[in-house]
């Protein structure tokens, strides 16, 4: 077996080749431009192993290595990706206090050796890899508008608190567009009644804003608000950043939903799972078959609970590990929200836990376990939820 170690940098990388039967090294630790040319020059002295039985490993450092990725996929190359904690515990098994490039490379050139360290990669991993990057996206813009709907609803409370008194919806077109020309109740002091109403007008067939110019000429006689031009302008910049990432979001959702559809998994057979918790479950997850069993999932979605023993001592309640993706976590505790609602077994599961005077939040956690365990069962036989089937 041909182990070819490769430590990965920015702007260079490392590589060595390394014969696992003998622990000869055939190849010394070289450097290479992370570019074409650097790439060229690691096949022009790796290309005599490809008809050997080999591997080329690096540490999945996050995007550094994806580009080199796809380049040694392309040239036929077997690649594996060790985690970076596991070269790290390596080294500090071995009791190797140095760390520099080339005694990396030579590291991750032996780790190939014991299976227990590396996942394999392949253009279909790549391929999961671009679509998790879809889902992700979505949850940061996701987070962000939320962050930014609170710094909004903070700016309002200082120049125009009673606002949000009036009947209409928080964020909705009327909403957003009259709050653009008027951010203030300072700003409306002196506008005329037939501008409010103009304002309040929204494009389109769907139904037209329940609030009037003259609900809103009332509150902003008694209004506390500040007159504060600085804040003004925050609240107009806010609201224009929101609908902006809002038509993003939209996009995303609509490529997330095709491709749900192209794939028509049975994760979306599950009662209560929406395409967009669904196919990030499913990002996250990649290839069932890296899993040995539900315990390797659930472990590798952090919802394991941490175990901690000394002595005669036994902590009886602690936390779950939080190991992994959290993107995935937070996908199971929306999707296990909804799934309960129509579920039967899942409602069930869930009032059981919290008659055994489980909290809410604990009580989730143990129907998030379930529900991995039904998604690894679908996924690993490729058959569709069957409510007579959970137990």
């Known amino acids: 077996m041909i182990n070819i170690g490769i430590d990965v940098g920015k702007f260079k990388h490392c590589a060595t080749v390394l014969d696992d039967s003998t622990g000869e090294v055939l190849i010394k ?30 540490e999945d450092t996050g995007h550094y290595m994806i580009n080199l990725t796809n380049y040694l996929l ?8 060790i985690n970076p904690r596991a070269t790290c515990l390596r080294r500090k098994e071995l009791g190797v206090s140095a760390k520099n490039d ?35 996206l979505y949850h940061q813009l996701q987070e962000q508008q939320n962050q930014d709907m609170n710094r909004l609803q903070r700016a309002l409370d200082i120049v125009f608190p009673e606002v949000n008194l ?27 009644i037939r501008n409010l109403r103009k304002a309040l007008k929204t494009e389109g067939k769907g139904r037209q804003c329940k609030v009037t110019a003259e609900e809103i000429r009332e509150l ?63 990002a996250e997850i990649g ?45 199971l505790y929306q999707a296990v929200f909804t799934v309960c609602k129509y579920s039967p077994t899942f409602h069930a599961y869930y009032t059981k836990k919290r008659n055994q005077g489980k909290s809410h939040r604990c009580a989730q956690g143990h129907c998030a376990r379930k529900l991995l365990r039904v998604i690894y069962k679908l996924l690993s036989t490729n058959s569709l939820y069957n409510q007579n089937h959970i137990h």
Do not use: C
């Open 29 to 58: 630790p070289f450097f290479l431009t992370n570019d074409r040319k650097g790439f060229d020059l690691l096949y022009s002295k790796t290309k005599q192993f490809i008809r050997r039985k080999h591997s080329v490993g690096m």
């Open 74 to 81: 392309d040239k036929k190359f077997t690649v594996k990706y």
């Open 102 to 136: 080339r005694k990396d490379a030579l590291l991750i050139a032996e780790m190939l050796s014991e299976k227990r360290f590396w996942r394999s990669i392949s253009p279909r991993t790549i391929e999961n890899s671009k679509f998790r990057d879809i889902t992700r």
């Open 166 to 192: 009036l009947s209409w919806t928080r964020y909705s077109k009327a909403y957003m567009k009259f709050l653009s020309t008027y951010p203030s109740a300072s700003s409306l002091a002196f506008e005329d």
């Open 220 to 282: 902003t006689k008694h209004s506390v608000g500040e007159d504060n031009s600085s804040i003004e302008l925050e609240v107009t910049s806010i609201i224009a950043v929101i609908i902006t990432r809002e038509e993003q979001l939209r996009i995303l959702e609509k490529k997330i939903e095709e491709f749900s559809h192209k794939l028509n998994s049975p994760i979306i057979s599950i009662p209560g799972i929406s395409h967009i918790s669904g196919m990030t479950i499913l």
């Open 287 to 331: 290839d069932i078959n890296h899993f040995q069993n539900t315990g390797n999932l659930i472990s590798f979605a952090g919802m394991d609970p941490l175990v901690y023993q000394s002595g005669k001592y036994d902590a009886a309640h602690m936390p779950i590990s939080k190991h992994g993706s959290r993107y995935m976590r937070k996908a």
